[in-house]
Protein backbone atom coordinates (compact mmCIF):
# COMPACT_ATOMS: atom_id res chain seq x y z
CA UNK A 1 0.00 0.00 0.00
CA UNK A 2 2.76 2.54 0.55
CA UNK A 3 3.70 1.87 -3.16
CA UNK A 4 0.71 3.70 -4.09
CA UNK A 5 -1.71 0.66 -4.25
CA UNK A 6 -5.43 0.22 -2.51
CA UNK A 7 -5.91 -2.29 -0.25
CA UNK A 8 -7.83 -4.68 -2.87
CA UNK A 9 -4.93 -4.35 -5.18
CA UNK A 10 -1.80 -4.79 -2.19
CA UNK A 11 -4.14 -8.36 -1.41
CA UNK A 12 -3.54 -9.24 -4.65
CA UNK A 13 -0.05 -8.24 -4.88
CA UNK A 14 0.69 -10.86 -1.84
CA UNK A 15 -1.60 -13.77 -3.27
CA UNK A 16 0.24 -13.05 -6.65
CA UNK A 17 3.95 -13.30 -5.15
CA UNK A 18 2.95 -16.67 -2.87
CA UNK A 19 1.69 -18.10 -6.71
CA UNK A 20 4.85 -17.00 -7.69
CA UNK A 21 7.27 -18.41 -4.93
CA UNK A 22 5.11 -21.42 -5.11
CA UNK A 23 5.65 -22.02 -8.81
CA UNK A 24 9.31 -20.55 -9.02
CA UNK A 25 11.07 -21.99 -5.99
CA UNK A 26 12.86 -24.80 -7.25
CA UNK A 27 14.28 -22.38 -9.51
CA UNK A 28 16.23 -20.05 -7.10
CA UNK A 29 19.69 -21.17 -6.38
CA UNK A 30 21.37 -20.78 -2.99
CA UNK A 31 24.57 -18.81 -4.47
CA UNK A 32 26.13 -15.59 -3.00
CA UNK A 33 26.67 -14.16 -7.13
CA UNK A 34 23.02 -14.49 -8.06
CA UNK A 35 21.79 -12.73 -4.63
CA UNK A 36 19.69 -13.50 -1.49
CA UNK A 37 16.18 -15.31 -0.95
CA UNK A 38 15.47 -11.87 0.58
CA UNK A 39 16.91 -10.29 -2.30
CA UNK A 40 14.67 -12.83 -4.63
CA UNK A 41 11.51 -12.12 -2.74
CA UNK A 42 11.82 -8.67 -2.81
CA UNK A 43 12.30 -8.66 -6.49
CA UNK A 44 9.19 -10.58 -7.15
CA UNK A 45 7.06 -8.23 -4.90
CA UNK A 46 8.29 -5.36 -6.37
CA UNK A 47 7.47 -7.05 -10.35
CA UNK A 48 3.61 -7.63 -8.80
CA UNK A 49 3.46 -4.37 -7.53
CA UNK A 50 4.40 -3.30 -11.34
CA UNK A 51 1.99 -5.87 -12.82
CA UNK A 52 -0.55 -4.35 -10.48
CA UNK A 53 0.10 -0.84 -11.43
CA UNK A 54 0.02 -2.23 -15.23
CA UNK A 55 -3.36 -3.30 -14.77
CA UNK A 56 -5.17 0.33 -14.22
CA UNK A 57 -6.16 2.44 -16.81
CA UNK A 58 -3.66 5.20 -17.22
CA UNK A 59 -6.76 7.95 -15.90
CA UNK A 60 -6.97 6.18 -12.64
CA UNK A 61 -4.27 6.63 -10.94
CA UNK A 62 -2.57 10.29 -11.34
CA UNK A 63 0.34 9.84 -8.75
CA UNK A 64 1.47 7.09 -10.65
CA UNK A 65 2.69 7.85 -14.34
CA UNK A 66 2.49 4.95 -16.67
CA UNK A 67 3.16 5.45 -20.76
CA UNK A 68 1.75 4.48 -23.44
CA UNK A 69 3.08 0.85 -23.38
CA UNK A 70 1.94 0.87 -19.63
CA UNK A 71 5.82 0.31 -18.58
CA UNK A 72 5.65 1.28 -14.64
CA UNK A 73 8.87 3.14 -13.63
CA UNK A 74 9.23 2.12 -10.02
CA UNK A 75 11.07 5.31 -9.19
CA UNK A 76 7.50 7.07 -10.14
CA UNK A 77 5.91 4.67 -7.67
CA UNK A 78 4.86 7.60 -4.48
CA UNK A 79 7.38 6.14 -1.83
CA UNK A 80 8.95 3.72 -3.17
CA UNK A 81 12.22 5.21 -2.72
CA UNK A 82 11.62 4.43 0.75
CA UNK A 83 10.25 0.95 -0.04
CA UNK A 84 13.56 -0.44 1.14
CA UNK A 85 13.82 0.96 4.50
CA UNK A 86 9.91 -0.45 4.66
CA UNK A 87 10.93 -3.75 3.38
CA UNK A 88 13.77 -4.28 5.85
CA UNK A 89 11.44 -3.19 8.63
CA UNK A 90 8.94 -5.83 7.76
CA UNK A 91 11.34 -8.74 7.18
CA UNK A 92 12.49 -7.71 10.73
CA UNK A 93 9.46 -7.95 12.42
CA UNK A 94 8.56 -11.09 10.52
CA UNK A 95 12.05 -12.63 11.54
CA UNK A 96 11.04 -11.60 15.39
CA UNK A 97 7.29 -13.29 15.13
CA UNK A 98 9.19 -16.79 13.61
CA UNK A 99 11.68 -16.43 16.31
CA UNK A 100 9.19 -15.99 19.10
CA UNK A 101 7.13 -18.92 17.63
CA UNK A 102 10.03 -20.99 17.31
CA UNK A 103 11.04 -20.11 21.47
CA UNK A 104 7.27 -20.68 22.29
CA UNK A 105 7.23 -24.33 21.37
CA UNK A 106 10.45 -24.69 23.50
CA UNK A 107 9.05 -23.49 26.80
CA UNK A 108 6.02 -24.33 29.36
CA UNK A 109 3.44 -22.75 28.09
CA UNK A 110 2.89 -20.25 31.51
CA UNK A 111 6.36 -18.62 30.95
CA UNK A 112 5.33 -17.73 27.55
CA UNK A 113 2.66 -16.46 28.43
CA UNK A 114 4.07 -14.07 31.09
CA UNK A 115 6.56 -13.08 28.45
CA UNK A 116 3.67 -12.53 26.00
CA UNK A 117 1.78 -10.46 28.30
CA UNK A 118 4.60 -7.94 30.08
CA UNK A 119 6.83 -7.80 26.97
CA UNK A 120 4.48 -8.07 24.14
CA UNK A 121 1.43 -6.82 25.06
CA UNK A 122 2.62 -4.59 28.00
CA UNK A 123 0.44 -5.07 30.39
CA UNK A 124 2.13 -3.73 34.15
CA UNK A 125 4.56 -6.53 35.88
CA UNK A 126 1.84 -6.42 39.08
CA UNK A 127 -0.95 -7.05 36.57
CA UNK A 128 0.39 -10.27 34.70
CA UNK A 129 1.35 -11.45 38.15
CA UNK A 130 -2.36 -10.84 39.82
CA UNK A 131 -3.76 -12.39 36.57
CA UNK A 132 -1.83 -15.12 36.35
CA UNK A 133 -1.50 -16.03 40.24
CA UNK A 134 2.24 -16.07 40.16
CA UNK A 135 4.82 -13.19 41.93
CA UNK A 136 5.78 -10.10 40.07
CA UNK A 137 9.65 -11.69 40.32
CA UNK A 138 8.56 -14.48 38.01
CA UNK A 139 7.18 -12.02 35.46
CA UNK A 140 10.53 -10.17 35.24
CA UNK A 141 12.49 -13.54 35.29
CA UNK A 142 10.32 -14.72 32.55
CA UNK A 143 10.90 -11.67 30.41
CA UNK A 144 14.47 -11.86 30.61
CA UNK A 145 14.98 -15.66 29.70
CA UNK A 146 12.98 -15.58 27.34
CA UNK A 147 13.96 -12.71 26.24
CA UNK A 148 17.09 -14.00 25.69
CA UNK A 149 16.07 -17.35 23.72
CA UNK A 150 14.11 -15.22 21.19
CA UNK A 151 17.84 -12.92 20.66
CA UNK A 152 19.78 -16.13 20.31
CA UNK A 153 16.87 -17.79 17.69
CA UNK A 154 17.19 -14.67 15.75
CA UNK A 155 20.29 -14.60 15.49
CA UNK A 156 20.06 -18.41 14.77
CA UNK A 157 17.80 -17.08 11.86
CA UNK A 158 19.75 -14.64 10.35
CA UNK A 159 22.32 -16.83 10.32
CA UNK A 160 20.48 -19.48 8.37
CA UNK A 161 19.37 -16.81 6.16
CA UNK A 162 23.24 -15.38 5.44
CA UNK A 163 23.80 -19.00 4.49
CA UNK A 164 21.20 -18.58 1.72
CA UNK A 165 22.91 -15.55 0.59
Known sequence: MKSGLTAAEAEDVVQETIISV????????????????????????????????????PGSAPETQLDDACHVDMSEIPDFAAAESVWESEWRVNLLKVAMENVKQRVKEEHFQMFD??????????????????????VYLAKL??????????????????QME
Open 117 to 138: LYAVKQWPADRVARTLGVRVGQ
Open 22 to 57: AKNIQKFKRDRRLGSFKGWLRNLTRWRIADQLRKRT
Open 145 to 162: RLGLLIKKEVKRLEAVEK
